[in-house]
């Protein structure tokens, strides 16, 4: 299991952990696309599929997008959490946070303020987040996220991802 330390480097001002995202460093999302890539390949669909499958998109094209995806390192991954200089370039929660000297805006006593209106917009199971942070801490809270996102657990579609489930 990640450290607390490590795990603690992990939560955005935000609410969100960046270990539980499905995009952070292709965790989920890149293994994923390489496990379909391998089930195409192993069923053959590179060879029968664009000249008897009656499809209507470009499956060439189709290969090396999902190619694209598998590569951790292909630029559609964050790199590297908020507080690490990652995430969304010029976000005001980032910036509202730090002035208010928070790790993490629930720790805030204007918490949820106008900066943060929107992000819950796209975002509403923060709320859900904010009450279990007040009622585990900040530490028990954390640990709970790393635990979930050990276990391949991806905030954004609220699934398990893990192989090892299946075995």
Request: with cysteine.
């Amino acid at each position: 299991m990640i450290s607390f330390l490590e795990a603690k480097k992990l939560i955005g001002y935000c609410g969100i952990y960046c270990g539980g995202c499905g995009m952070y460093k292709g965790r989920i999302i890149a293994k994923v696309a390489d496990d379909l890539k391998e089930l195409i390949e192993a069923h053959g669909y590179p060879v029968w599929v664009p000249e008897f499958g009656g499809i209507d998109f470009n499956f060439m094209e189709f290969q090396k997008g999902l190619s694209y995806f598998t590569k951790e390192n292909s630029g559609c991954y964050c790199q590297e959490p908020c507080k690490d200089g990652g995430g969304v370039p010029g976000c005001e929660i980032k910036k509202c946070a730090e002035d208010q000297g928070v790790e993490i805006c629930f720790q805030c006593s204007d918490y949820p303020c106008k900066h943060f209106s929107q992000f819950l917009k796209r975002h509403p199971e923060i709320t859900k987040e904010y009450k279990r942070f007040n009622k585990l801490g900040l530490e028990e809270w954390i640990k709970t996220q790393a635990r979930k996102a050990e276990k391949e657990y991806c905030r954004a579609t609220r699934k398990y991802y893990s192989k090892a489930r299946m075995e």
